[in-house]
T-cell receptor
Framework: SQQGEEDPQALSIQEGENATMNCSYKTSINNLQWYRQNSGRGLVHLILIRSNEREKHSGRLRVTLDTSKKSSSLLITASRAADTASYFCAIKTYSTLTFGKGTMLLVSP | EAQVTQNPRYLITVTGKKLTVTCSQNMNHEYMSWYRQDPGLGLRQIYYSMNVEVTDKGDVPEGYKVSRKEKRNFPLILESPSPNQTSLYFC???????????????FGAGSRLTVL
């Protein structure tokens, strides 16, 4: 399956701490994307990293990609209660985008 | 406002009663797709469309039909719904999904369907 697999399934931290989520996949990719979903709502795109990139930043988000290990990580720094959501990695191949099962992040005040 | 609009947002129906979930986007996107989301299974793609009159099966197409007669609309049809199609459905679109593209998906708000 091309599906990415996130780890951990759930993560609980305090406000101000950093949150790290990992994604592993099995196939060659065009790019890897991270999305966020607030409870029961539509997914929102956060950041995209191409297969020839190793690291990207966007605000408090930092994404890394290691194509030799077929893995990516999403780091959220200085977390806030509003970051509480599910986070999904998505594997981009030629014609489709395949999502993992997600990591549920709970940030407590 | 650029958006993907799904209707209905909530629906309770009975087994065998045909239903259609509409999806419309106002961004002139070529690519549209339907996903279903179930606890523990994540998002799974049902059908996608690379452009008008071009549709293809995703990972879980059984029991569903789609059509793409116009660029902006991509309805999902359940001809004879069954309880295992109870799920949260998302429509999404993007500019394109070609190999060189770095296109990202814009999602609708979701349609929660219950089949009794």
């Amino acid at each position: 399956s091309q599906q990415g697999e996130e780890d951990p399934q759930a993560l609980s931290i305090q406000e101000g701490e950093n949150a790290t989520m990992n994604c592993s996949y099995k196939t060659s990719i065009n790019n890897l994307q991270w999305y966020r979903q607030n409870s029961g709502r539509g997914l929102v795109h956060l950041i995209l990293i191409r297969s020839n990139e190793r690291e990207k930043h966007s605000g408090r988000l930092r994404v890394t990609l290691d194509t030799s290990k077929k893995s990516s990580s999403l780091l959220i720094t200085a977390s806030r209660a509003a970051d509480t959501a599910s986070y999904f990695c998505a594997i981009k191949t030629y014609s489709t985008l395949t999502f993992g099962k997600g990591t549920m992040l709970l940030v407590s005040p | 406002e650029a958006q993907v609009t799904q209707n209905p947002r909530y629906l309770i129906t009975v087994t065998g009663k045909k239903l259609t979930v509409t999806c419309s986007q106002n961004m002139n996107h070529e690519y549209m797709s339907w996903y279903r989301q179930d606890p523990g299974l994540g998002l799974r793609q049902i059908y996608y469309s690379m452009n008008v009159e071009v549709t293809d099966k995703g990972d879980v197409p059984e029991g569903y039909k789609v059509s793409r007669k116009e660029k902006r609309n991509f309805p999902l049809i359940l001809e004879s719904p069954s309880p295992n199609q109870t799920s949260l459905y998302f429509c999404a679109s993007s500019r394109g999904q070609e190999l060189s593209g770095a296109n990202v998906l814009t999602f609708g708000a979701g349609s929660r369907l219950t089949v009794l």
